[in-house]
């Protein structure tokens, strides 16, 4: 009789166990993304793992100047998430998030088109007597433009956000499938350095 209290006792505290973890994980994706979609960019990146694209991508976006930064607010608070479940695999939680954010890859190209509308050549690009300033204005308004269009769509991406536990925190590993859910669909490698 004792063996099967111990059985059931042990079993018991192992489903604990891993609820607890799940319970953990879940909290990590809520926070990264609500961290994300306010642009709270150094709250995110503790979410992240050391050294892919969801962190390059934070450092690239906190050197954007004021208009920039605004323009990606302004895209980050259209970000809505939704966690569809939970589960443990070994040293692994796997988050089921839905993710509506605006579409990127239009974004992408009607910036394109913005760029290509100012009629900037290679040759100018590369000339050093210009004042870069002004150039880097242009190339702002032509993302801004694109991102603030109101016939931008929404798209639903579902992602499975894989974390694992490092230094006691649960961390993003595959953060290009996050990333591109995040971005609506656009591959964050055609964006990011």
Do not use: H
């Amino acid at each position: 009789m004792k063996k099967f209290i111990l059985v059931i006792i042990s079993a018991i505290m192992l489903v604990s166990l891993v609820s607890c973890a799940e319970t953990s994980a879940k909290n990590s994706v809520e926070k990264f993304f609500d961290a994300y979609k306010n642009m709270d960019l150094s709250t995110a990146n503790e979410y992240v793992e050391g050294t892919g694209l969801l962190q390059k991508s934070i450092k690239q976006f906190e050197d954007y100047d004021k208009e920039r930064i605004d323009a990606l607010k302004y895209w980050g608070s259209n970000i809505n998430y939704k966690i569809l479940s939970t589960e443990k695999s070994g040293s692994e939680v796997k988050v089921d998030v839905k993710v509506t954010a605006l579409n990127g890859s239009q974004i992408y190209d009607e910036y394109m088109q913005n760029v290509k509308s100012l009629g900037i050549s290679q040759a100018t690009l590369n000339d050093n007597t210009m004042d870069g300033d002004a150039v880097g204005g242009d190339f702002d308004n032509a993302f801004i433009t694109a991102i603030e269009n109101q016939t931008n769509e929404m798209v639903t991406t579902n992602v499975t956000v894989v974390l694992k536990k490092d230094n006691g925190k649960w961390k993003i590993q595959n953060d290009k499938e996050v990333l591109q859910a995040m971005l609506g669909g656009l591959n964050p490698e055609v964006v990011i350095s």
